[in-house]
Protein backbone atom coordinates (compact mmCIF):
# COMPACT_ATOMS: atom_id res chain seq x y z
CA UNK A 1 0.00 0.00 0.00
CA UNK A 2 2.81 2.31 1.03
CA UNK A 3 4.68 1.68 -2.30
CA UNK A 4 1.56 2.43 -4.04
CA UNK A 5 0.89 5.60 -2.76
CA UNK A 6 4.77 6.50 -3.70
CA UNK A 7 4.09 6.15 -7.08
CA UNK A 8 0.75 7.79 -7.37
CA UNK A 9 2.55 11.07 -5.87
CA UNK A 10 5.27 10.51 -8.41
CA UNK A 11 2.81 10.38 -11.01
CA UNK A 12 1.34 13.18 -9.88
CA UNK A 13 3.90 15.69 -9.87
CA UNK A 14 5.70 14.27 -13.36
CA UNK A 15 1.90 15.71 -14.57
CA UNK A 16 2.55 18.77 -13.24
CA UNK A 17 6.16 19.26 -14.29
CA UNK A 18 4.44 18.59 -18.27
CA UNK A 19 2.01 20.51 -18.03
CA UNK A 20 4.00 23.88 -16.89
CA UNK A 21 6.81 23.20 -19.39
CA UNK A 22 4.24 22.24 -22.07
CA UNK A 23 2.58 26.00 -21.06
CA UNK A 24 5.82 27.84 -21.18
CA UNK A 25 6.75 26.51 -24.57
CA UNK A 26 3.17 27.39 -25.71
CA UNK A 27 3.60 31.19 -25.09
CA UNK A 28 5.27 33.65 -27.49
CA UNK A 29 6.46 37.01 -26.94
CA UNK A 30 4.32 39.62 -28.88
CA UNK A 31 4.55 43.27 -28.94
CA UNK A 32 1.20 45.08 -27.99
CA UNK A 33 -1.20 44.54 -30.73
CA UNK A 34 -2.15 48.35 -33.38
CA UNK A 35 1.40 49.30 -31.66
CA UNK A 36 3.49 50.95 -34.55
CA UNK A 37 7.54 50.22 -33.46
CA UNK A 38 8.85 53.35 -35.43
CA UNK A 39 6.69 55.36 -32.90
CA UNK A 40 8.46 53.53 -29.59
CA UNK A 41 11.49 55.25 -31.27
CA UNK A 42 12.80 58.88 -30.18
CA UNK A 43 10.99 60.92 -32.33
CA UNK A 44 13.09 64.66 -33.42
CA UNK A 45 12.13 67.64 -31.44
CA UNK A 46 10.55 70.46 -33.86
CA UNK A 47 12.21 73.86 -33.62
CA UNK A 48 9.92 76.71 -32.42
CA UNK A 49 10.96 80.13 -33.78
CA UNK A 50 10.08 83.42 -32.13
CA UNK A 51 6.66 85.11 -33.98
CA UNK A 52 7.42 88.22 -36.13
CA UNK A 53 5.45 90.10 -33.34
CA UNK A 54 8.07 88.86 -30.47
CA UNK A 55 10.79 89.78 -33.16
CA UNK A 56 9.69 93.29 -33.96
CA UNK A 57 9.10 94.36 -29.77
CA UNK A 58 12.59 93.32 -29.49
CA UNK A 59 14.15 95.06 -32.40
CA UNK A 60 11.84 98.42 -31.31
CA UNK A 61 13.33 98.47 -28.06
CA UNK A 62 16.80 98.58 -29.30
CA UNK A 63 14.98 102.13 -30.56
CA UNK A 64 17.89 104.79 -31.99
CA UNK A 65 20.59 102.38 -32.52
CA UNK A 66 24.05 104.49 -32.83
CA UNK A 67 26.35 102.09 -35.21
CA UNK A 68 28.87 104.54 -36.31
CA UNK A 69 30.69 107.44 -35.58
CA UNK A 70 33.39 110.44 -37.25
CA UNK A 71 35.39 112.21 -35.15
CA UNK A 72 37.73 115.25 -37.05
CA UNK A 73 38.70 119.06 -36.89
CA UNK A 74 38.39 121.44 -38.91
CA UNK A 75 39.97 125.21 -38.94
CA UNK A 76 37.60 127.87 -39.35
CA UNK A 77 38.28 131.60 -40.89
CA UNK A 78 35.00 134.15 -39.98
CA UNK A 79 35.14 137.70 -40.35
CA UNK A 80 32.90 140.69 -40.75
CA UNK A 81 33.15 144.22 -41.42
CA UNK A 82 35.77 144.20 -43.97
CA UNK A 83 36.46 147.01 -46.57
CA UNK A 84 37.56 150.52 -46.40
CA UNK A 85 36.45 151.07 -42.83
CA UNK A 86 37.47 147.89 -41.99
CA UNK A 87 39.97 149.20 -39.62
CA UNK A 88 36.82 150.41 -37.24
CA UNK A 89 34.18 147.99 -37.47
CA UNK A 90 36.57 144.99 -39.11
CA UNK A 91 36.34 141.88 -36.86
CA UNK A 92 38.60 138.72 -38.09
CA UNK A 93 38.68 135.47 -36.17
CA UNK A 94 40.77 131.71 -36.61
CA UNK A 95 38.54 128.86 -35.19
CA UNK A 96 40.34 125.34 -34.22
CA UNK A 97 36.92 123.55 -33.96
CA UNK A 98 36.56 120.04 -32.92
CA UNK A 99 33.31 118.17 -33.71
CA UNK A 100 31.81 114.65 -33.68
CA UNK A 101 29.30 112.77 -35.89
CA UNK A 102 27.52 109.82 -34.86
CA UNK A 103 24.65 108.59 -36.91
CA UNK A 104 22.37 104.68 -37.22
CA UNK A 105 19.30 103.40 -37.61
CA UNK A 106 16.24 104.04 -35.83
CA UNK A 107 14.82 100.95 -35.19
CA UNK A 108 11.60 101.96 -33.53
CA UNK A 109 9.83 102.57 -37.40
CA UNK A 110 10.04 98.65 -37.66
CA UNK A 111 6.78 97.37 -37.96
CA UNK A 112 4.95 94.83 -39.19
CA UNK A 113 4.99 95.30 -42.37
CA UNK A 114 9.07 95.50 -42.36
CA UNK A 115 9.83 92.35 -40.82
CA UNK A 116 8.43 88.69 -41.77
CA UNK A 117 9.46 85.02 -40.33
CA UNK A 118 9.26 81.75 -42.20
CA UNK A 119 8.78 78.02 -41.19
CA UNK A 120 12.44 77.21 -41.99
CA UNK A 121 14.19 79.60 -39.69
CA UNK A 122 14.37 83.10 -42.39
CA UNK A 123 13.94 86.24 -40.79
CA UNK A 124 13.29 89.15 -43.89
CA UNK A 125 13.48 92.22 -42.45
CA UNK A 126 13.75 96.18 -44.51
CA UNK A 127 15.44 98.35 -42.37
CA UNK A 128 14.71 101.77 -42.05
CA UNK A 129 17.60 104.57 -43.84
CA UNK A 130 20.16 105.24 -42.09
CA UNK A 131 20.63 108.63 -40.44
CA UNK A 132 22.57 110.92 -38.09
CA UNK A 133 22.28 111.53 -34.46
CA UNK A 134 24.91 113.73 -33.36
CA UNK A 135 26.49 116.58 -35.15
CA UNK A 136 28.07 118.70 -32.64
CA UNK A 137 31.46 120.30 -31.48
CA UNK A 138 33.30 119.35 -28.81
CA UNK A 139 33.20 122.96 -26.93
CA UNK A 140 36.29 121.44 -24.34
CA UNK A 141 38.55 121.38 -27.64
CA UNK A 142 37.10 123.89 -29.54
CA UNK A 143 38.84 127.54 -29.34
CA UNK A 144 39.65 130.49 -30.95
CA UNK A 145 43.44 130.43 -32.04
CA UNK A 146 43.56 134.54 -33.18
CA UNK A 147 41.24 137.18 -33.76
CA UNK A 148 41.55 140.79 -34.62
CA UNK A 149 39.71 143.55 -34.03
CA UNK A 150 38.55 147.04 -35.55
CA UNK A 151 38.68 150.66 -33.46
CA UNK A 152 34.92 149.30 -32.51
CA UNK A 153 35.69 146.31 -31.03
CA UNK A 154 34.54 142.70 -32.11
CA UNK A 155 31.20 141.38 -33.75
CA UNK A 156 29.77 139.20 -30.88
CA UNK A 157 27.65 136.95 -32.94
CA UNK A 158 30.96 135.84 -35.16
CA UNK A 159 31.80 133.36 -33.35
CA UNK A 160 28.88 132.02 -33.42
CA UNK A 161 28.48 132.15 -36.42
CA UNK A 162 31.93 130.08 -37.20
CA UNK A 163 31.06 127.59 -34.91
CA UNK A 164 27.41 126.76 -36.52
CA UNK A 165 29.74 126.69 -40.11
CA UNK A 166 32.16 124.65 -38.64
CA UNK A 167 29.18 121.78 -37.67
CA UNK A 168 27.66 122.86 -40.92
CA UNK A 169 31.15 121.34 -42.89
CA UNK A 170 32.34 118.63 -40.52
CA UNK A 171 28.71 117.17 -41.08
CA UNK A 172 29.28 117.56 -44.96
CA UNK A 173 33.07 116.17 -44.95
CA UNK A 174 31.45 112.78 -42.73
CA UNK A 175 28.87 112.07 -44.91
CA UNK A 176 30.43 112.77 -47.95
CA UNK A 177 32.70 110.01 -46.42
CA UNK A 178 30.49 107.08 -45.61
CA UNK A 179 29.04 107.78 -42.42
CA UNK A 180 25.59 106.70 -43.60
CA UNK A 181 26.85 103.80 -45.47
CA UNK A 182 29.04 102.55 -42.61
CA UNK A 183 26.12 103.11 -40.20
CA UNK A 184 23.89 101.01 -42.30
CA UNK A 185 26.51 98.49 -42.60
CA UNK A 186 27.23 98.20 -38.86
CA UNK A 187 23.15 97.98 -38.15
CA UNK A 188 22.95 94.91 -40.49
CA UNK A 189 25.75 93.15 -38.11
CA UNK A 190 24.26 94.00 -35.28
CA UNK A 191 20.72 92.54 -36.16
CA UNK A 192 22.10 89.90 -37.73
CA UNK A 193 23.83 88.52 -34.51
CA UNK A 194 21.18 89.46 -32.42
CA UNK A 195 18.47 87.39 -34.69
CA UNK A 196 20.70 85.00 -35.30
CA UNK A 197 21.08 84.48 -31.27
CA UNK A 198 17.20 84.01 -31.40
CA UNK A 199 17.88 81.33 -32.85
CA UNK A 200 16.81 81.82 -36.56
CA UNK A 201 19.10 79.99 -39.19
CA UNK A 202 19.01 83.33 -42.05
CA UNK A 203 18.72 86.61 -41.59
CA UNK A 204 18.25 89.08 -45.32
CA UNK A 205 17.74 92.30 -45.51
CA UNK A 206 15.59 93.43 -48.33
CA UNK A 207 14.54 96.85 -49.86
CA UNK A 208 10.68 95.47 -50.23
CA UNK A 209 9.32 92.61 -48.51
CA UNK A 210 8.47 89.35 -50.34
CA UNK A 211 5.02 87.98 -51.08
CA UNK A 212 4.10 85.88 -48.68
CA UNK A 213 3.70 81.57 -50.57
CA UNK A 214 0.06 81.07 -49.82
CA UNK A 215 -0.41 77.46 -48.45
CA UNK A 216 -1.23 74.53 -50.98
CA UNK A 217 -5.38 73.86 -50.96
CA UNK A 218 -5.86 70.09 -50.95
CA UNK A 219 -6.85 68.77 -54.36
CA UNK A 220 -9.89 66.47 -53.35
CA UNK A 221 -11.23 64.06 -56.21
CA UNK A 222 -14.11 62.23 -56.06
CA UNK A 223 -14.69 58.48 -57.70
CA UNK A 224 -17.90 57.24 -58.44
CA UNK A 225 -18.28 53.39 -58.07
CA UNK A 226 -21.11 52.01 -60.40
CA UNK A 227 -23.66 49.63 -59.34
Known amino acids: MRLKNILMWIGIIVVVVASVWIFARSRKPSSPSGIDPQ ?19 G ?5 RLETASYQMEKVITAESGQGPLGFL ?41 A ?26 QL ?27 NARVVLRSLLLGLGFRHVIFVKEMPTPTPAPVPTVTATVVGP
Open 39 to 57: ALLPQPTPTIYPSAATVIE
Open 59 to 63: VQALS
Open 89 to 129: FGDRLLLIAYGEMIAGVDLSYIGPADLMTTDDGTVYIHLPP
Open 131 to 156: EVFVATLDNSRTYVYDRRTGVAGMNE
Open 159 to 185: ETAARQEAERLMLQAAIESGLLEKADE
